[in-house]
DNA sequence: CTGAAAGCGCTTACAG
DNA sequence: CTGAAAGCGCTTACAG
């Protein structure tokens, strides 16, 4: 291996002009063989594989910003995060994203750039300088609740093809989503179902389009399934829900819907506010989760069942996301570019008919 | 947003020489003063304001592509895993590396290229063809447990910076590592210090380094110790290991050491051995594993206690190897290039003093 | 203090 | 079938 790596000269790596010298042809030939271009394709056989040769034997790599600066692709696809891609505190709860991600760029012959600009600044905001630094990969996958609009505008305005993961409200913006609406109100019917009609949902003060979306669903099912709609939606930071745990019993309540987030602060203090005060799940409270926790953190307070509701399809949204992206950068028409996927539901053994009225499972 | 992203006649963006227009002075003076280089400091103020005034007005924002270009080098560090870098079915098990590696690299404001050419051939070896784009990065980090050899040769010759994350055999190859010896001994120690002299090591049929570091280490431990060597290294695929484990109950062996990889097939096979037997640890059978299982599957068996043994420093070998392919890039002189980041113990629970001699845990 | 020029490594008309 | 030339939007010596 020689010590090529300490001090050792790095030779230059080879270009287009060192190809073309080697094989006696001029750099535009090179060029035009290397990309396979159909354009000049009358190229002699035995020219192409002169070039091809010297380009082997020389270990040439085109260079991608370059490519990019001429105005070509690059098969490179970029993954941009408005926190850190790879959270430490988070759970890791969008591995599964990053997990399909990669995964349909293999598939595709791309490469992935993560750009980590946002996690610089702790902000999580991605600042504009870092954004724009997407521009070298052809594409950009954009990802994250809260999102700056205007370096978005920009790229959208210079035609750079980019897709939401997760879905957004500001018209024409391409993405692909989960479908919370419909999934939530399914919960609720779930729930109507087995009997119940006093139910609280608890959401976090979070503004993204994902909490709204389970917001409506869950008032949506309760409408059309009879299910008290006063008082139903509480919000929450994650703190003092053993007080309100205690007053929804006192109110008869029967059954609590979370939403799960990135934070998973509402299910957190939940499921501690639960576990003080002794409560057996479903038996004494039925508890639903909007949303799936990922991993170690599944499972249900005091019970150790699998949480009720719905699983997020992160993998598949990673997936479709990188299909639609490359859809876009190769120009086709008639694409459906706002896509919501189904979530499957999850029957996980936290929903039960209701405890009897007047029994209160804390003096038990 | 306009409807930029399909077909839309896209307004060009202002560049250097558009602002040069308007401030009536030369490209070459724009780029000095929106620089703030600090070699042509001698910039008249008001001049200086004009540009930055036209700047503004024009809404100018630098082309990365560009910058990169003119700038040589492309703040880009690759990754190149010998295996699917998101792996669906092992658990994650490397993930922390990953979160290191984003983590520095971030930190110092290099994006990360993940190259998905390995992951693409079911091998999961890199062809040579994909592993030679790698150098479209400033340099790259290799990882897995099984790599190709002359691929790699031919980079380092070339003076390509790399860094492999877990130790190698090949002189002068730099990587970062995780001492496996020292901590695998340590870990022998502590069974003996326990009371323990029968003991059993289980590992794969994997020839890795980090497999062979290991077994050195329990070795090296035991001899050390005045543990049993005879019948101390046992190699398994993961199965017959009901059989096994009662042999080693008929044996008076009182401990189990296993070495945990990224298929944790011996692990996954004891602990099934195990449960089956009825055995509880560590009242029965003290374990301990040699590099801590990730998430969810950290539990030991009939138990719910963590695992005794020993972490691996995933996410800082990934930070380290970032620093250290940096330094590399940059060609300081002097660097380490050979390191082993120490393992940190853990006292898991599943370490207890043996049963007394000729207590059959099985028939209780 | 400022500008003309070359160059970063490619692609793409346009001529032969 | 192949090459000379211009251009992508910047940076960086090098001259004035």
Redesign the interface.
């Known amino acids: 291996?020689?010590?090529?790596?300490?001090?050792?000269?790095?030779?230059r790596?080879p270009r287009q002009s060192d190809i073309a010298r080697v094989a006696g042809v001029s750099q535009t030939t090179v060029s035009l063989v290397l990309r396979g271009t159909t354009i000049g394709m009358s190229l002699a056989a035995e020219t192409r594989q002169r070039v091809l040769d010297a380009a082997e034997r020389l270990?040439y790599?085109?260079?991608?910003?370059?490519t990019?600066?001429a105005a070509a692709g690059?098969a490179?696809l970029g993954l941009y995060t408005f926190s850190?891609?790879?959270?430490?505190d988070v759970a890791?709860s969008y591995?599964p994203i990053?997990?399909g991600v990669?995964?349909e760029?293999?598939?595709q012959?791309?490469?992935?750039?993560?750009?980590?600009?946002s996690?610089?600044s702790g902000t999580g905001a991605g600042d504009?300088?870092s954004l724009?630094?997407v521009?070298?990969a052809d594409g950009c996958l954009f990802f994250g609740r809260h999102v700056p609009d205007e370096p978005i505008?920009?790229l959208?305005?210079?035609?750079f093809?980019f897709v939401y993961i997760g879905r957004r409200n500001?018209?024409?913006?391409?993405y692909v989503g989960a479908d919370y609406v419909s999934a939530s109100a399914a919960v609720l019917a779930g729930l109507a179902a087995a009997g119940h009609r006093r139910v609280r949902y608890l959401r976090e003060h979070d503004q993204a389009p994902s909490s709204a979306d389970r917001e409506e669903g869950v008032l949506r099912g309760a409408r059309s399934t009879g299910t008290e709609t006063a008082g139903l939606v509480v919000r929450t930071d994650g703190t003092g829900l053993n007080g309100l745990l205690a007053s929804w019993l006192d109110d008869g309540v029967t059954a609590v819907v979370v939403e799960q987030t990135d934070t998973g602060a509402a299910l957190a203090g939940l499921g501690a506010a639960i576990e003080r005060a002794g409560l057996r799940c479903p038996r004494d409270l039925s508890l639903a989760v909007l949303g799936a926790p990922v991993?170690?953190r599944g499972r249900a307070p005091g019970g150790g069942a699998v949480f009720s509701g719905f699983d997020v399809p992160m993998r598949e949204m990673g997936r479709d996301a990188v299909r639609l992206l490359l859809r876009?950068i190769e120009?086709a028409?008639g694409v459906e570019?706002r896509r919501l996927l189904p979530c499957e539901p999850v029957d996980g053994g936290t929903i039960a008919p209701p405890r009897p009225p007047g029994r209160d499972p804390r003096r038990e």
Request: hydrophobic letters at 35%; glycine letters at 12%; a positive charge.
């Open positions: 291996m020689e010590n090529a790596q300490r001090g050792g000269r790095r030779r790596r270990g790599v085109p260079d991608p910003v370059a990019r600066l690059n490179m850190a891609t790879f959270p430490t890791h591995y990053l997990a990669e995964e760029a293999a598939a012959g791309q490469d992935l750039i993560l750009f980590t600009g996690s610089r504009p300088a724009r630094r521009r070298v505008r920009q959208a305005e210079d035609g093809p500001e018209p024409d913006v391409p991993g170690a876009l120009g028409e570019t």
